[in-house]
């Protein structure tokens, strides 16, 4: 059965600092896609950064990357340079076995960035 | 582009009574819509899949009698809550899955239901 775990409840960052919050997978099918959202308190869920299991190099946008360790099965999302704004809880998400259909997220992450 | 849109965002209901949660996809066609249910502090679970045209398919443990789910074009599925409980209460987020994208999906602002 497919499993996204998030072993962190809560993080605590200073601005300007960069943060790593872990992701761990477990999925028999040897394609997959594994997503990273931000949800703010008014609960809209706002899509990061995206990483498909074939592709050759970590995925980045802007200051959000993946440390994307497949013989791990782990898919952890570094964010450089906080900002108070990042304070939010962050979710990683796996694509279900079959094309097109639903996701699969871990319990999430609530990042918390002080000045 | 790809935007998806709720209504209500928010909704109060007395119990007993049924409520309706409307998902648009507003600037593309989506032949698959998804609902999820996100009690506080809580992830996200799939509640069904809507596929336009067809019936929905429920997660299990879901109570399909319970809530309807009605995909009637390629741009609306709308969520029928029936018999609303105070257990009820929790934030319900649609996601809407462009035709021919077999990867993407959108998801919608999410709609906060209260049942008192």
């Known amino acids: 059965a497919q499993k996204i775990t998030q072993t962190q409840p809560g993080m605590f960052v200073q601005e300007k600092e960069a943060v790593t919050l872990d992701c761990t997978y477990d999925t028999s099918d040897p394609s997959y896609g594994l997503f990273w959202y931000k949800q703010p308190s008014s609960g809209e869920m706002i899509f990061l950064i995206y990483?498909?299991?074939?592709?050759?190099q970590n995925a980045t946008e802007g200051r959000y990357s993946l440390n994307f360790q497949k013989a791990r099965k782990s898919a952890n999302l570094v964010i450089s340079a906080s900002q108070l704004g990042d304070s939010a809880m962050y979710f990683c998400a796996m694509r279900r076995n079959q094309a097109g259909t639903a996701l699969i997220f871990g319990k999430g992450t609530t990042l918390s960035v002080s000045s | 582009g790809a935007v998806v849109s709720q209504h209500p965002s928010w909704v109060i209901c007395k119990s007993g009574t049924s409520v309706k949660i409307e998902c648009r996809s507003l600037d593309f066609q989506a032949t698959t819509m998804f609902w999820y249910r996100q009690f506080p502090k809580q992830s996200l679970m799939l509640m069904a899949t809507?596929?336009?045209?067809?019936?929905?398919?429920?997660e299990q443990g879901v109570e399909k009698d319970k809530f309807l789910i009605n995909h009637a074009s390629l741009t609306l599925s709308t969520l029928t809550v029936t018999s609303a409980h105070p257990e009820d209460s929790s934030f319900y987020i649609c996601s809407a899955k462009p035709s021919g994208a077999p990867y993407e999906q959108y998801f919608g602002p999410g709609t906060r239901l209260t049942v008192t």
């Open positions: 990483q498909g299991s074939y592709d050759q």
């Open positions: 809507s596929n336009e045209g067809s019936k929905a398919t429920y």
